[in-house]
């Protein structure tokens, strides 16, 4: 009776991790309605062999047939509900590359399970609470001793790590696999292709084959710069105005998308002056780090292919030609600062290699300006917009080489909860989302009135030049599963008014104008056009 319970249990797993998958498959665009079978085949495929390893290993490891599929079943209702969550808020199916994310969960829980309807947890842990208590209560069912249950156990352990040894070398046999599931590198595309789990696993096998090539393919390697490129556009010494690049966190126009009145009347002036459109994106509600990658290094994500979806994981490992690049080439020093935790988004080992010369982070901005020691420089849980621009405008007004800085915001980021900062509970969550804008604002008009002053007084200085663009859409419930009337663009302001800049719809990585070459063939792509900044 167990051993028919046991593969009774064993099905049933697979049939309901196979309907999970199926439910979480996207529509394929254009076409209304679920791809066909064969095209899907390969997840459901992928769900089956899943199952049939996973529940053997947990029936060894707890001896027990209903706790283990009791635990089986929350694991895919787990990994089900967690899709539905991350899909209803950023329109993107879960990725492989998510479980590298998995540490950074854990280290910044509230920038990860913040969205979460705060029932979630409650019944989560009541979920393990109540599995805890069924195994207490389930008698062993004595399958075996504990010597042969550990076998087993090693025994799909060391097959599962097979596998992984297997496809992580180069193999003609998985590239002849390959073959026959071409790859776009959209997580949505792929995904309605071939389900959510199948298009994981030919991300995996991809990234198997081919991260290596990848990490050759686009390394930086440093080169002989002649005099005349290395001043190729170059103004002279004391010409050269400092460049301030400002990502600011969710940064869209909320007004125009909402039909509400405007709350950035300094960034409209901005606008109205020098140039402006709107920036777009493939992705919405997160994934700064794409947005972050393509504007610095003139690459489209999807140019890295499996490294695509989180760009900053090829480059915490290989140095890559950058914006920063190209701008100590032409005699500037090179600055990122970005008020929190260094090593998220690996951003310590990342502008490193994109050739910064210093990256500021937060314990390095305290050291820097006592000011961001005090609770006033801070809006609710980060730094303030206003309290880190003014600091940029200072910066720059002291700095005498000229330089790049590139300002990463932190205030805005969600959730928009009712904790948010003082006061946040008598607001809506838009309210919320738009007093974080109002001082961001008012950190651009620190800068304006420090270079109008200069102007003014005529001072000696080099002037600011100014790029300001949002990285992502906020994850606003409003705006939640409104993807066909919504695009995912944000915006871009530059000032001020260039004749070289025309307000026009951009494409993050031609923001800066850096322009990579990228051959198809696949040369190296160090080869650049000279920034247009």
């Not at 869209?252 to 009347?265: F, Y």
């Not at 002036?269 to 990658?293: H, I, N, V």
């Not at 600055?335 to 390095?364: Q, S, T």
């Not at 322009?515 to 056009?529: A, E, F, G």
Request: hydrophobic share 45%.
């Amino acid at each position: 009776m167990t051993v028919l319970f046991v593969l009774l249990s064993d099905i049933v797993l697979m049939g309901l991790l196979a309907l999970a998958n199926r439910e979480a498959t996207p529509l394929a665009a254009g076409r209304g309605m679920k791809v066909p079978f064969r095209a899907y085949g390969i997840g459901h495929l992928t769900c089956g062999l899943t199952a049939s390893l996973v529940y053997p290993l947990l029936l060894v490891l707890f001896d027990r047939p209903i706790a283990s599929f009791a635990l089986g079943l929350l694991l895919i209702v787990l990994l089900w509900a967690g899709n539905r969550l991350k899909a209803a808020i950023l329109s993107e199916v879960l990725v492989f590359s998510d479980v590298f994310l998995a540490g950074h969960a854990l280290r910044y829980p509230r920038l990860y399970f913040g969205y979460a309807p705060l029932w979630v947890w409650p019944l989560v842990v009541g979920a393990f609470a109540l599995l805890a208590w069924g195994v207490s209560l389930e008698p062993a069912a004595r399958l075996g001793s504990v010597g042969m249950r550990i076998g087993i156990a090693a025994a799909i352990l060391l097959a599962f790590a097979g596998f992984v040894a297997y496809v992580r070398r180069p193999n003609p046999r998985v590239e002849a696999f390959l073959a026959n599931y071409p790859l776009t590198f959209d997580t949505q595309t792929d995904a309605a292709t071939y389900t959510p789990i199948g298009a994981a696993l030919l991300h995996v096998l991809w990234h198997g084959q081919r991260r290596h090539a990848l990490r050759e393919r686009f390394r930086f390697e440093e080169r002989e710069v002649s005099p005349e490129e290395g001043s190729k556009g170059v103004l002279g010494e004391s010409e050269k105005r400092h460049l301030l690049l400002v990502q600011a966190e969710s940064l869209a126009p909320i007004g125009r998308l909402l039909g509400r009145p405007s709350v950035t009347p300094v960034l409209d002036r901005l606008a109205a002056e020098g140039a402006s459109g709107a920036l777009e994106l493939d992705w919405r509600g997160a994934y700064t780090m794409r947005s972050e990658f393509a504007v610095l290094t003139g690459l489209k994500p999807r140019a890295l292919e499996t490294y695509g979806f989180d760009p900053y994981r090829l480059a915490a490992m290989v140095p890559m030609e950058s914006l920063a690049r190209r701008m100590k080439l032409q005699g500037y020093r090179t600055v990122v600062c970005h008020p929190n935790d260094g090593r998220f988004f690996d951003r310590n080992r990342v502008m490193p290699n994109l050739g910064f010369d210093e990256f500021i982070d937060l314990e390095a901005l305290k050291k820097l300006d006592a000011r961001f020691t005090k609770p006033e420089a801070y809006c609710g849980h980060y730094v303030s917009d206003e309290a880190l621009l003014a600091w940029a405008a200072e910066y720059l007004e002291k700095a005498r080489e000229p330089v790049f800085l590139f300002v990463v915001t932190m205030e805005a980021h969600g959730p928009w909860s009712k904790d948010k900062f003082p006061g946040a509970e008598k607001l809506t969550e838009v309210e919320r989302y738009e007093t974080h804008l109002k001082h961001l604002d008012a950190g651009l008009c620190r800068i304006v009135e420090a270079e109008e002053g200069r102007k003014a007084s005529e001072a000696p200085g080099r002037g600011i030049d100014l790029c300001i663009y949002g990285d992502h859409l906020p994850g606003l419930g409003v705006l939640r599963g409104r993807e066909d009337e919504i695009p995912s663009d944000t915006l871009w302001v530059r000032w001020p008014h260039r004749e070289s800049v025309v307000s026009s719809s951009l494409r993050p990585e031609r923001l800066t104008a850096i322009n990579p070459i990228v051959p198809n063939d696949h040369d190296h792509p160090n080869k650049t056009n000279s920034s247009n900044f």
